[in-house]
């Protein structure tokens, strides 16, 4: 584990074990105040790991646990769909409510589809209607990217965001703000709809990448360049 998260151990380690001149039965890797050592004090995301999954010191008892973790695959890709379902919502939400009534834009692939959105909208579709479709479809070379040159797990997370946020853009209905605040929403500002909005969709897309997926859009473009 320390050796594929960090280059720099076997370094480490060897330096360490220079020293021990009387000791000739020592090894480069896993000799065990190494480890605690090199994982206390300079692998600090190593440890934030174990304190997360229960494991409380470096004995090979605790350290075993790992082989259990690595076969609990179900729940993680379980937890990481529900996120990424949630984080989708939210942010077809804060379009819904906050950014299109008030003819405010997002930015990247779905301010471009709001803009687009805004300029064919008719009365009986309206521009979220409109982005929702487009969201998908322009999301999808970027998806095709996503599946052929990152990772499957982000291609896969990734896709069922777009697809989440396109459903919910297309088919929630155009006056779902009137539905949820009635009246009162003549009285919401045009700044605070921003904030609102902001911080929505700010949240809903850390909460996907927390989980190794992205919002589509340019989010792709930047994992990909990153």
């Known amino acids: 584990i320390n050796k594929y998260l960090s280059k720099d151990y076997h370094y480490l380690s060897k330096i360490i074990s220079d020293n021990r001149e009387n000791d000739i039965n020592h090894s480069y890797f896993n000799y065990g105040t190494d480890r605690i050592l090199y ?3 300079t692998n600090r995301e190593l ?4 304190k997360n999954y229960d494991i409380h010191d470096f004995s090979n008892h605790e350290i075993n646990k790992l082989k259990e973790l690595k076969h609990n695959k179900t729940f993680e890709w379980i937890s990481a769909i529900i996120t990424v379902i949630l984080a989708a919502s939210f942010y077809a939400f804060a379009v819904k409510i906050f950014i299109s009534p008030h003819k405010l ?6 301010g ?9 909208e008719t009365e009986t579709i309206s521009e979220t209607n409109i982005a929702g479709v487009l969201t998908f479809l322009f999301n999808i070379p970027l998806l095709i990217l ?3 040159k990152l990772n499957f797990k982000f291609a896969v997370l ?3 965001h777009v697809m989440t946020v396109s459903i919910l853009m297309t088919f929630l209905p155009s006056n779902l703000i009137v539905l949820i605040f009635n009246k009162a929403w003549d009285s919401i500002h045009t700044l605070y709809a921003a904030l609102f909005a902001g911080a929505i969709v700010g949240v809903s897309t850390g909460f996907a990448f927390s989980v190794g997926a992205s919002s589509g859009g340019m989010d792709i473009v930047a994992y990909y360049f990153s």
Request: zero cysteines.
């Open 105 to 110: 834009l997002a930015g990247g692939v779905s």
């Open 39 to 41: 994982a206390e004090d």
């Open 158 to 160: 990734s896709s069922l």
């Open 47 to 50: 440890v934030r790991i174990f």
């Open 146 to 148: 996503a599946w052929k």
């Open 112 to 120: 471009i589809t709001l803009i687009i959105g805004r300029l064919f």
